[in-house]
């Protein structure tokens, strides 16, 4: 099952790359003067020996403020407990730290792990939030013996999109080869956790605007509630997703937010969670949906 290079929408195997202008050449008009930088970014398998801190911070990241309510040491090592299930992607070769990494773990098969309780607990919380996430309730429940694959995946700020297809299209070959070794990968439901975020007006401008706020309404009023993705790739698997939804995260720390997120425009932001159910006949459909959408045009 081992892999070394990224799989492409073919099958070859091929090193992914990003183009990025340099500094140097980001302020310039011409396009002659502009040169491009290649990143070759390679998929490993999730290493035990190597892989821990790097995980682990990128949990952190992607349970947010959040991800103090679990132990996260846990649950990376239950990520590396299962190596040939899952993809890292880094640039330095199979001994440095990943940049980026996808896998799934069975929610059923490790209902008695005390992290995976704490997740199925605070996922069944959020759910119940809303009544459109009915059967995300059904399946979270204590009573429910439903085999869910719970998919982790997150990156880097900086690493492009585009090495999301590939973690996703090795993901869906693993399981395949986990099949034919009768290991319990046989799922009738995926839960992708992510993350969103909405534009909020910095407590910064709340403290400027008091003095005259008789003279004149709060920035608040035409702040736009949308809720935009940190990750492209969602808003795709949103469309095959029969539940999802936003949540607030539980710890007070994410009130504080919105001014140290603040850079380089006016708005705050505050990030919140994002949960989505996809029925396990419809991933392959979505991988291939967001491959369609990130490939080079």
């Known amino acids: 099952m081992a892999k070394r290079k990224e799989s492409s929408a073919n099958g070859k195997e091929k090193p ?3 183009s990025r ?8 008009s011409s396009d002659d003067d502009m040169s491009n ?32 309510l679990f132990d996260l040491s846990a649950l990376t090592d239950l990520i590396l407990a299962q190596p040939l299930l899952g ?8 001994e440095s730290d990943p940049y980026a990494f996808l896998t799934v773990l069975n929610l059923q098969t490790h ?11 605070y996922l069944h919380g959020k759910a119940s939030e809303s009544p459109s996430r009915s059967r995300l309730r059904q399946l979270l429940s204590p009573e429910s013996s439903a085999q869910v694959g719970l998919i982790l995946t997150e990156r880097l ?12 299209g090795m993901l869906l070959e693993e399981i395949t080869w986990a099949l034919e070794e009768k290991e319990p990968y046989e799922f009738t439901d995926y839960i992708i956790i992510s993350k969103t975020y909405k534009e909020v007006e910095s407590s910064a401008d709340r403290e400027a605007d008091r003095p005259r706020k008789k003279s ?15 990750h492209v790739e969602d808003e795709v698997l949103q469309q095959h997703a029969t539940e999802f939804g936003s949540y607030a995260y539980s710890r007070k720390d994410a009130e504080n937010t919105p001014d140290s997120r603040r850079a ?23 991988v291939q949906a967001i491959t369609r959408f990130l490939s080079p045009t």
């Open 16 to 18: 992914a790359k990003e």
């Open 21 to 28: 202008k340099s500094s140097e050449d980001a302020d310039s």
């Open 37 to 68: 930088v290649d990143v070759d970014f390679e998929l490993f398998d999730p290493q035990p020996a190597h892989d821990f801190h790097g995980l682990k911070t990128l949990l952190r990241q992607l349970f947010d403020v959040d991800g103090d």
């Open 87 to 94: 993809s890292t992607v880094k640039v330095e070769g199979n």
């Open 111 to 121: 209902r008695d792990v005390p992290v995976i309780q704490d997740i199925r607990k």
């Open 157 to 168: 700020i900086n690493i492009p999109a585009e090495v999301v297809p590939p973690m996703y």
């Open 216 to 230: 004149r309404g709060s920035k608040s009023a035409n702040i736009n509630a949308e809720t935009f993705y940190f």
């Open 264 to 286: 380089f425009q006016e708005l705050g932001i505050r990030p919140q969670g994002h949960i989505m159910l996809i029925p396990a006949s419809k991933l392959e459909g979505a």
